[in-house]
């Protein structure tokens, strides 16, 4: 066996928590462990919400799609391409149990509608609207804005193309309801989705989502 030979091993959970809690300080760290974030939609802004938040330490996600991995998935979304054809929830799990696996996951695979919203994101703090389709993100946000109004609603409009991704911000709507994006750029037939101007409307509503949590917002 070579003398530099290290033996691999997973940390254990009181070791990533102390790595967190020095870089991000006990008090975050313990309200992140203490809260849950549900991610609606698990594409290319789902699954790098979930694995930002993930990696913050966010004590519980709630993850929710009823689509499968599909190869076109693969050039922006968070997984890999022997799972193709996987449900995306399952996918994802998977993917998360190797990046942070002690934070609890609660998987659906099921289409998220205004019939069972409230049953399914019942138990979070923050909600993250990640559909790719115009008419779920506004039954979504009506849902929760309507019925839900004790929770915060972190939405995304516009990040298609090529523009700078200077453009990409977070709005604030009202106290508990905040959308990111550029606002303009969608997807059509002459313009399409590429992996960072994605990554970086996630990023933030990773980061609002995280803000809202420590109440710096």
């Given at each position: 066996?070579?003398?530099?030979?290290?033996?691999?091993?997973?940390?254990?959970?009181?070791?990533m928590?102390?790595?967190?809690?020095?870089?991000?300080?006990?008090?975050?760290?313990?309200?992140l462990?203490?809260?849950?974030?549900?991610?609606?939609?698990?594409?290319?802004?789902?699954?790098?919400?979930?694995?930002?938040?993930?990696?913050?330490?966010?004590?519980?996600?709630?993850?929710?799609?009823?689509?499968?991995?599909?190869?076109?998935?693969?050039?922006?979304?968070?997984?890999?391409?022997?799972q193709?054809?996987?449900?995306?929830?399952?996918?994802?799990?998977?993917?998360?149990?190797?990046?942070?696996?002690?934070?609890?996951?609660?998987?659906?695979?099921?289409?998220?509608?205004?019939e069972?919203?409230?049953?399914?994101?019942?138990?979070?703090?923050?909600?993250?609207?990640?559909?790719?389709?115009?008419?779920?993100?506004?039954?979504?946000?009506?849902?929760?804005?309507?019925?839900?109004?004790?929770?915060?609603?972190?939405?995304?409009?516009?990040m298609?193309?090529?523009?700078?991704?200077?453009?990409?911000?977070?709005?604030?709507?009202?106290?508990?309801?905040?959308?990111?994006?550029?606002?303009?750029?969608?997807?059509?037939?002459?313009?399409?989705?590429?992996?960072?101007?994605?990554?970086?409307?996630?990023?933030?509503?990773?980061?609002?989502?995280?803000?809202?949590?420590?109440?710096?917002?």
């Amino acid at each position: 066996m070579p003398a530099d030979y290290v033996q691999m091993r997973e940390p254990s959970r009181e070791e990533m928590l102390a790595a967190l809690e020095k870089r991000q300080g006990c008090d975050a760290v313990r309200k992140l462990q203490a809260a849950t974030v549900a991610v609606c939609g698990l594409g290319g802004l789902g699954s790098n919400i979930a694995i930002s938040l993930a990696r913050a330490g966010v004590g519980k996600l709630i993850l929710i799609d009823f689509d499968r991995v599909d190869v076109t998935n693969l050039h922006r979304q968070q997984y890999k391409a022997c799972q193709v054809g996987m449900p995306k929830p399952e996918a994802l799990l998977a993917n998360l149990n190797e990046i942070a696996p002690y934070t609890e996951y609660e998987t659906h695979f099921e289409k998220v509608t205004a019939e069972n919203a409230e049953a399914l994101l019942a138990k979070a703090d923050v909600i993250c609207e990640a559909f790719d389709n115009a008419e779920a993100k506004a039954m979504l946000v009506n849902t929760v804005l309507e019925n839900m109004p004790e929770k915060f609603l972190v939405a995304a409009s516009g990040m298609a193309g090529y523009d700078s991704g200077n453009l990409i911000t977070t709005r604030k709507v009202t106290k508990r309801f905040y959308v990111c994006g550029d606002g303009k750029s969608d997807v059509n037939d002459g313009i399409g989705l590429v992996a960072p101007r994605v990554m970086l409307c996630a990023a933030h509503q990773a980061l609002i989502a995280i803000r809202l949590i420590l109440g710096l917002e």
